[in-house]
T-cell receptor, first 115, second 114 residues
Framework: KQEVTQIPAALSVPEGENLVLNCSFT??????LQWFRQDPGKGLTSLLL?????REQTSGRLNASLDKSSGRSTLYIAASQPGDSATYLC??????????????FGQGTILTVHP | NAGVTQTPKFRILKIGQSMTLQCTQD?????MYWYRQDPGMGLKLIYY???????DKGEVPNGYNVSRSTTEDFPLRLELAAPSQTSVYFC?????????????FGPGTRLTVL
């Protein structure tokens, strides 16, 4: 059974700092990995999707990496801003014929960026 | 193109009541999913469907039922509401299971059972 763990559970940083969020998964047979952002009381916003054959994806100040063999992904946020404060979730899409696109989520990292 | 829509946005139920959470997607996706998110946790899969007429259980299906009579709609039914079902429910859809396809999520339904 796939298990996804995110570390740290919470992170508080001053504005302008570069930071890294970590995601690990137990089964390396995945199709892709997605990073989501969730604001309090809101839905999920997809930030980045890394295909199983890719090593990293970039969008603006965000860079996500994937090391399938070690079961790890990182989300790097450059020059953090107070508007980046949110919960960040990673989710893996299982590989194999019976996965049917199901996602397994980590519990999230709560990020607070203070001015 | 509205994507994935869910109704209602909020609902309070009494123990033992029943209700249906509605989910509709207009992207002609075959795959649809229901997840629940408890406070401070990630999402857990309740049920999923790979096409009209085909549904299967996810990780936490007890207390729920689903149907998929059309490609667009995937309602989630709670028959006898219990406080443990207090959660936020998200519906999602997916075009295909290849590695470049991403799931699209609805805005969620916040359910409280008292």
């Amino acid at each position: 059974k796939q298990e996804v763990t995110q570390i740290p559970a919470a992170l508080s940083v001053p504005e302008g700092e570069n930071l890294v969020l970590n995601c690990s998964f137990t089964d390396s047979a995945i199709y892709n990995l997605q990073w989501f952002r969730q604001d309090p009381g809101k839905g999920l916003t997809s930030l980045l999707l890394i295909q199983s054959s890719q090593r990293e994806q970039t969008s603006g100040r965000l860079n996500a990496s994937l090391d399938k063999s070690s079961g790890r992904s990182t989300l790097y946020i450059a020059a953090s801003q107070p508007g980046d404060s949110a919960t960040y979730l990673c989710a893996v899409k299982g590989g194999g014929g019976t996965s049917y696109g199901k996602l397994t989520f980590g519990q999230g990292t709560i990020l607070t960026v203070h001015p | 193109n509205a994507g994935v829509t869910q109704t209602p946005k909020f609902r309070i139920l009494k123990i033992g009541q029943s209700m249906t959470l509605q989910c509709t997607q207009d992207m002609n996706h075959n795959y649809m999913y229901w997840y629940r998110q408890d406070p401070g946790m990630g999402l857990k899969l309740i049920y999923y469907s790979v096409g009209a007429g085909i549904t299967d259980k996810g990780e936490v299906p007890n207390g729920y039922n689903v149907s998929r009579s059309t490609t667009e709609d995937f309602p989630l039914r709670l028959e006898l509401a219990a406080p443990s079902q207090t959660s936020v429910y998200f519906c999602a859809s997916l075009q295909g299971i290849s590695d470049y396809n991403e799931q699209f999520f609805g805005p969620g339904t916040r359910l409280t059972v008292l």
